[in-house]
């Protein structure tokens, strides 16, 4: 629910006092323990212990040794769940060409990297901008716009491979795999 409900709203970062506004576009839901492809299927460790606090909380990790990825957390204390930020549609100016601005935006590495997202945002809440990144209310994209679609590159997943847990704008040029 919150992964379709994150579409249209916008990721805000604050840097060295310029707010850059981008709506996200593409999400990835990732729900508790039994969940093969989240974190949390591996038990509770100090990579993911954010997961199991409260909702509305960054949880920021690390991934092939060059890639920081961005999640909410999304479910009830204790219980881990948390969607990824797959790709964002810029609202300020990158570059003239539209298609420049795609390459740097549209995938979830693509976009912290853009963004100067890293585990420094780890634990922060995503509903108070003293931090320099949250979350704003955006627009409401009707459930006719929504696309949901299976997960990407959780092959290992078992069952919860072929889950239709990705969810994305219709036609929105940003998203970082159509299907």
Known sequence: MVARELLGCFLVRNIDDKILKSKIVETEAYEGPDDLASHASRGR?????????????????FTYGMHHMLNIVTGKKDYPAAVLI??????FAIENKT???????NG???????????????KAPVYVKKYGL??????????????????????????????????????????????
């Open 108 to 122: 979830p590495a693509k976009l912290t990297k853009f963004l100067q997202i890293d585990r420094s945002f780890n």
């Open 45 to 61: 460790t100090p990579r993911n212990e954010v997961m199991f606090g409260e909702p509305g909380i960054c949880y920021v990790y």
């Open 86 to 91: 797959r790709a964002v549609e810029p609202f």
């Open 134 to 179: 949250w979350i704003e209310n955006g627009e409401k994209i009707k459930k006719s716009e929504i696309i949901c679609a299976k997960r990407i590159g959780i092959d290992y997943a078992g069952k919860y491979k072929d889950k239709s847990w990705r969810f994305y704008i219709k036609d929105n040029n940003f998203v970082s795999r159509k299907g």
């Open 99 to 105: 298609s420049a601005r795609q390459r740097k935006t």
